[in-house]
């Protein structure tokens, strides 16, 4: 199936000069660029992007006990409280300067960009994929230096992810083939 998918290159990949390492690697596996733009992100976008729903909440709270947990320690947060502290390092991420939003357009461009990207945590993502050749951090050094992991790139990760994230970052200049 053609789908389209939102992807942008975060300020750590266009200040490191990778933006074309990275879209290579997508045009290379077939996928189309249908939009692209290079922006300061607005605060509205930010808000928008890294919107506090109630299974974000869940999911990045339950994912930062477990990690915690792992380390022997108790977080004493909310969840509504623990998603607010990393929504908070996200924005702050997405909004150090300039990024790179693109629509992909390609068969299964969902899936396929998911895995041309890698896992989330650079330092575990499989070499040969963009995060596991392109950067090492990992979640306890962002933790420490109270960030975000820096992982050079956003895809959205299902259809209505798309859909939703697309809207955001573009508007009708969207071009499709
Ligand atoms: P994804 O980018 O692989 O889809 P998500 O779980 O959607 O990963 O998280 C969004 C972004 O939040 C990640 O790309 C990463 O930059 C950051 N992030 C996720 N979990 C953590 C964490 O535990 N510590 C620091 N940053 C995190
Ligand atoms: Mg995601």
């Given amino acids: 199936m053609i789908e389209e998918t939102l992807v942008l290159i975060k300020p750590d ?3 490191r000069s990778l933006i074309g390492e990275i879209i290579s690697r997508f045009e290379k596996a077939g996928m189309q660029i249908a939009g692209l733009k290079l922006i300061r992100p607005a605060e509205k976008q930010l808000n928008e992007h890294y919107l506090l729903s109630p299974e ?3 999911g990045i709270a339950q994912k930062t006990r477990e990690a915690f947990a792992k380390k022997g320690i108790e977080i004493n947060e909310t969840d509504l ?3 607010q502290r990393v929504q908070g390092w996200l924005k702050d991420s997405l909004g150090s300067g300039f990024v790179i939003a693109m629509v992909l357009n390609g068969n299964c461009a969902i899936e396929v960009v998911r895995k041309l990207i890698g896992a989330t945590e650079p330092r575990t993502a499989a070499a040969g994929t963009i995060r596991g050749d392109l950067s090492t951090d990992s979640y306890d050094l962002a933790d420490l230096e ?3 992991v820096g992982n050079l790139i956003h895809a959205s990760s299902s259809l209505e992810e798309a859909k939703r994230e697309i809207a955001i970052w573009f508007q009708k200049d969207v071009v499709y083939y």
């Fill in 81 to 83: 409280q623990i998603a």
């Fill in 13 to 15: 990949g266009v200040k």
């Fill in 146 to 148: 109270k960030r975000s």
């Fill in 56 to 58: 974000w909440v869940s």
